[in-house]
């Protein structure tokens, strides 16, 4: 089985559907969603549409929970705030209820997903293995995929110790897991990645040879700026789509 893994797509209809079409072409049968469907970019009805028809499975992210709770956007800066508000009032009901109805955390087949981390699902980073190690801590499966930093990141623990390590994780570096250890798996972010490289980033996860690859696929960065622009979004939402940041 081919898992294509999509998180922090983040209302960008062209980069979802190019990440899409890249996973489908490598073979990917089900979605694991990772959270942030929506906020920051200028397609939530569209984007939560796409999402609501893949086979597979979907856990909720902080800016899915704060488009119907605003409690949870303490802490979002004036930019994430202006684009959740705005991102209410476009939300139909029946993508507002996918929202709500989505869990935290799910698991299947030797996986566990979550968006932030397992001890704090919206709103943890795991940035370093400090944070990997707190998330380890509640870690059943032998693997966990996290969204939420929008930067890609893989951390490894042998099963019977609390110590773990960052590994290499780029398109020129596959993971094969090894039996024995557990993983953090983060993919990077669909829709706004923060790594530098302005590409959509993706996942594959092959369960058969036990690889793990994170995707770079370009797309029409021009045509969702435009759209952000038009919506009367904050212009630096559709400026940093460029810089990759
Ligand atoms: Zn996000």
């Known amino acids: 089985m081919r898992y294509g893994i999509l998180a922090d797509i983040h ?3 062209e980069a979802l ?4 079409a890249v ?5 990917a049968e089900s979605f ?3 959270g942030d469907i929506i906020g920051y970019g200028a397609d939530p ?5 796409a999402v609501r028809t893949l086979p597979g499975l979907g856990v909720q992210g902080n800016h899915d929970r704060a488009a119907f709770d605003a409690t949870a956007r303490y802490g979002f800066n004036p930019y994430a705030r202006a684009a959740s508000e705005w ?11 996918f929202l709500v109805a989505l869990p935290e955390t799910a698991a299947e087949n030797g996986f566990q997903i979550v968006h932030g981390s397992l001890d704090d699902p919206l709103f943890g980073y795991i940035t370093a293995t400090v944070s990997a190690r707190s998330s380890f801590y509640r870690q059943t499966a032998p693997i966990c995929f996290v969204g939420h930093t929008h930067i890609p990141a893989a951390f490894a623990c042998r099963e019977d110790s609390v110590l773990c390590a960052a590994l290499p994780f780029r398109p020129a570096a596959p993971l094969t897991l090894k039996p024995g250890f557990r993983y953090v798996i983060n993919c990077g972010s669909v829709g706004q990645p923060r790594d530098g490289n302005p590409e959509a980033a993706c996942g594959l996860y092959d369960t ?5 690859r994170v995707l770079r696929v370009s797309y029409d960065i021009a045509a969702a700026q435009a759209k952000i622009i038009a919506a009367g979004l904050p212009n ?5 789509l460029a810089d990759g940041r």
């Open 11 to 13: 209302s960008n209809l």
């Open 236 to 240: 630096f939402l559709a400026e940093r």
């Open 208 to 212: 058969e040879n036990g690889t793990l």
């Open 17 to 20: 559907h190019a990440a899409l």
């Open 45 to 49: 009805n569209a984007c939560c549409e």
């Open 23 to 27: 996973l489908r072409e490598n073979g």
């Open 32 to 34: 694991l969603c990772l």
């Open 87 to 97: 991102t209410e009032r476009q939300l139909t009901v029946e993508n507002r209820d």
